[in-house]
């Protein structure tokens, strides 16, 4: 046993009672201390002595990354030979009608661009239970990334509705500017280069504290793992070193590493903010048709992430070179959710490309084309 391993642990049981915390919340929890996972040994009773390779356990590192605990995860139920897990239906947290709810108020996007998410998701076939119900012991079985999935449909969205090309986003924004302008209605228009600016300023301001807090962790804690003979030496190293701790807080101006409430939002919008402006209730009339059933093409300019999927297990899958090719709205809203996610960019970029091959059924096209050319 090892400590990445209880937090699969953890997640297998969340996810066998289709809990409303998921695999991203928990790592969210661990990074901010609001799980004994880093220096778990200090909540320890003190008649609790630990011998050999069981100290080697608790000296913990680093915090997992969400693809290792989804691996261990998977592994451990295979291991136990967990039957088929209980049913992921629409009334579950875990379907990405729902997640993609949450996320697009942490994302601070209309409400309304839920009914296109929604027609996504049953067009892609990612809502059937089938689908996203896990059979450990199935042949092939793999395990769903519920909410990578759900931002990967937000962010097909959004290059549905606004290209995400570095040219048609900012031209709606300034028909969007004057339809503002002009409108005697009362309705507000979403402007995606109000949204770009709101968002973008937050996040930095987000990625810069969380950069400080892990530099601020104490990977040691003042209480001593073992017992050790010489306790006045190891006591006064402790002192010493809490002395330089809290002269350095003092130089940088940086408040202690405090807990904060427990919480899977990482934004919080309000109207009447102008630094976090809110865009829930903005419109999204003129870029859709809320009275279609059908998923229709809003443009015909919508380019392909990929045309062809890598193999998990010999690819790397997106490096940081090539990541310089793709407009720089799209970077941004990958940016923006695997930062909410708490996942590795390239996880969410593959992520899309799985959804789209779905969405425009690409091996079919493919065997036209080439029926075609043989023709």
Request: aromatic share 12%; glycine share 2%.
């Amino acid at each position: 046993m090892s400590m990445p391993m209880t937090l699969a642990f953890c997640y297998l049981a969340l996810l066998w009672l289709r809990e409303s915390i998921t695999l991203s919340d928990l790592l969210q929890f661990v990074s901010e201390l609001q799980l004994p996972y880093i220096n778990a040994f200090q909540y320890f009773p003190e008649e609790m002595k630990l011998y050999g390779p069981d100290i080697r356990i608790f000296q913990v590192q680093s915090i997992p990354s969400y693809d290792e605990i989804q691996r261990k995860m998977r592994q451990l139920a295979e291991f136990l030979d967990m039957p088929h897990f209980p049913e992921i239906t629409e009334k579950c947290f875990l379907h990405p009608n729902l997640l993609c709810i949450k996320y697009l108020l942490e994302a601070n996007l209309p409400e309304s661009m839920h009914i296109w998410t929604q027609r996504l998701v049953k067009k892609m076939g990612i809502g059937e239970v089938n689908y996203l119900t896990f059979h450990p012991l199935a042949r092939g079985a793999k395990s769903i990334n519920y909410e990578i999935q759900a931002a990967a449909v937000i962010v097909i969205t959004l290059k549905l509705l606004f290209v995400l090309d570095d040219k048609h986003e900012w031209l709606l924004s300034d028909r969007a500017e004057e339809l503002n302008k002009q409108n005697d209605e009362g309705i507000k228009h979403f402007r995606f280069r109000k949204w770009y600016k709101v968002m973008k300023s937050c996040l930095d301001e987000s990625e810069k504290k969380a950069e400080e807090q892990e530099a601020r962790y104490l990977w040691k804690c003042e209480k001593p793992l073992f017992s050790i003979k010489n306790q006045a030496v190891v006591h006064k190293k402790k002192r010493i070193i809490h002395s330089l701790t809290k002269q350095f807080v003092k130089l940088t101006s940086q408040p202690a590493l405090e807990k904060r409430e427990p919480s899977s939002f990482c934004f919080i919008w309000k109207q009447s903010s102008l630094e976090r402006q809110s865009f829930h209730e903005d419109s999204l009339i003129g870029y859709d048709n809320e009275k279609s059933e059908k998923i229709v093409n809003v443009n015909q300019r919508y380019w392909l992430t990929c045309l062809k999927i890598c193999n998990e297990k010999s690819c790397r899958h997106l490096t940081k070179t090539e990541m310089k090719y793709f407009p720089g709205s799209y970077r941004f809203v990958l940016n923006l959710f695997s930062f909410l996610l708490g996942v590795e960019l390239s996880s969410l970029y593959n992520e899309v490309c799985q959804l789209e091959h779905k969405l425009f059924d690409i091996p079919a096209l493919k065997t036209e084309k080439i029926y075609r050319k043989l023709k």
